[in-house]
């Protein structure tokens, strides 16, 4: 049986510009500090080595994983730390050469401390080993790997501190999309009525409506303020962020002060179907611009498609139904994150392991399913517009140029957003029973594409764009 994976385990708040590569990299940091305090050896600490191997090497420098381990070693906490004090942090460690931890403890750590190694672990592609040292000698070595969406695992890891998924601990275990199906139609509920139920367990309401305000007012503020910046991205490739000028362009004169009142002014823009497409397409721009430089985004279900499912829900909320409000923001998260884990526990979420199939893929079809059930469609119906979205991303692969998570991975954003109404359209409009394609089905098949690409398009820098298109040529 599998662990149980929430819907805040799917749409989480951290820092760009990945979600493998940043946040992940940065919680295993933090979990190894805390599991050397738990060992009673953090106080003989006084030297750390760390390695990087395969995509977290072969990309780190491009996606900022040396710069996460060093916020992760300081505890700095991504979903809250103040985004100025990361490059001050980053910063004093690099001028000083020396970590401060809490507590006044201060070890040396230089340039080399990190150590890029082009070789894969067999586990998983993105494998980070930590090494502690007392007088030079070896006191600790554990090796993690991040496995997509922030998640870390370790290799002997078991379900032991997992909660399985099973009728003792969830009103409704799902593993599989049929058997959601299964539960909505014996229930005659809704996909949201049965995640709910089954966050319930977890959480109270209360909580589970004021973590889901948290996730939304995150994904809005990212949209607030990459419309609102404007410039070029770090990093080397000097690209300009376009969502400024394509939001100046629809937004024309109207005024507001607050994210509040920008959602109005939308509702109130021209909505010829031109501009649909550009605010969709801006909006989708505008969260990972802000991704791109380190800013806070909320995985969904990874930094590198961060963008697709704010803009969906805002078109959902500024085209379709100007009267929505927080409850069907809810009912949307609820969906998507839903789906979401169904491909985490069937296929992947890491672009390492299957290629952009699994983050821009993963997040249309999270995003069609969620804005189907908004749109009235039936269960089976989101199920399908979650397949179509999908199928027409297999075998997308993951080729950043300069392993910097800009060319092509945000405008990737803005098509899977597009393909993800798209798709719920489609869906809308079908009989789920005459389709030949089930979502499961589908999830299958693009795990076994995933296990079919070559290394090289799967978060490497190797092929595709990244070879054909290198630094040198921006």
């Not at 899977?416 to 089930?438: F, M, Q, Y």
Request: hydrophobic share 40%.
């Amino acid at each position: 049986m599998s662990q149980y994976i929430s819907v805040f385990d799917m749409l989480k708040i951290g820092v760009g510009p990945s979600s493998s590569h940043t946040l992940g990299p940065w919680r295993a940091a933090q979990q190894w500090i805390h599991k050397l305090k738990g060992q009673q050896l953090f106080k003989k600490l006084d030297r750390i080595q760390v390695d990087l191997y395969g995509s977290l090497s072969l990309t780190g420098k491009g996606h900022a994983t040396d710069l996460a381990i060093l916020l992760g070693l300081s505890d700095a906490d991504p979903e809250y730390i103040p985004i100025e004090d990361i490059f001050i942090i980053v910063e004093r460690i690099n001028i000083q050469e020396e970590i401060y931890f809490k507590g006044g403890k201060i070890i040396p750590f230089y340039k080399n401390s990190i150590i890029f190694n082009r070789e894969f672990l067999p586990f998983h592609a993105n494998g980070i080993t930590f090494r502690g040292f007392s007088n030079e000698e070896e006191i600790s070595i554990e090796t993690y790997f991040s496995i997509g969406g922030g998640f870390i695992v370790q290799e002997n890891d078991t379900l032991e501190d997992d909660i399985e998924i099973n009728k003792k601990n969830f009103p409704y275990p799902i593993n599989r999309a049929i058997q959601l199906e299964e539960y909505c139609e014996k229930e005659n509920l809704l996909i949201s009525d049965i995640v709910f139920k089954n966050e319930l367990e977890l959480r109270s309401a209360e909580e589970i409506d004021h973590e889901l305000k948290r996730i939304w007012d995150t994904m809005v503020e990212s949209m607030y303020l990459g419309c609102h910046t404007s410039g070029t991205l770090p990093g080397g490739l000097n690209v300009k962020r376009r969502a400024f000028d394509t939001h100046q362009k629809l937004i024309k004169d109207t005024s507001y002060t607050n994210p509040e009142e920008w959602i109005t002014a939308i509702r109130s823009s021209e909505v010829k179907f031109r501009e649909i497409l550009k605010w969709v397409s801006c909006l989708a721009l505008s969260v990972n611009e802000i991704n791109a430089s380190l800013g806070r985004v909320v995985t969904a279900p990874t930094n590198g498609s961060a963008g697709v499912i704010p803009a969906v829900l805002m078109y959902y909320m500024v085209i379709e139904n100007h009267e929505a409000d927080f409850s069907h923001v809810k009912r949307f998260l609820l969906t998507a994150g839903e789906i979401g884990s169904i491909f985490k526990k069937n296929a992947t979420i890491s672009a390492a392991m299957g290629g952009c199939q699994a983050e821009i893929g993963v997040s249309s079809a999270m995003a069609a399913a969620a804005l189907t059930e908004m749109l009235g469609g039936s269960v089976a119906q989101c199920l399908s517009a979650a397949e179509i979205a999908m199928e027409h991303h297999l075998g997308m692969t993951c080729d950043p140029i300069g392993g910097l998570v800009q060319v092509p991975c945000i405008e990737r954003n803005s098509m899977g957003a597009i393909k993800a109404i798209h798709a719920a359209e489609i869906a809308l409009e079908t009989n789920p029973k005459e389709c030949l394609v089930s979502l499961d089905k589908v999830i299958d098949t693009m795990w076994e594409t995933a296990k079919d690409m070559n290394k090289n398009y799967k978060e490497t820098s190797e092929g595709g764009l990244a070879v054909t298109v290198r630094l040198a040529d921006c």
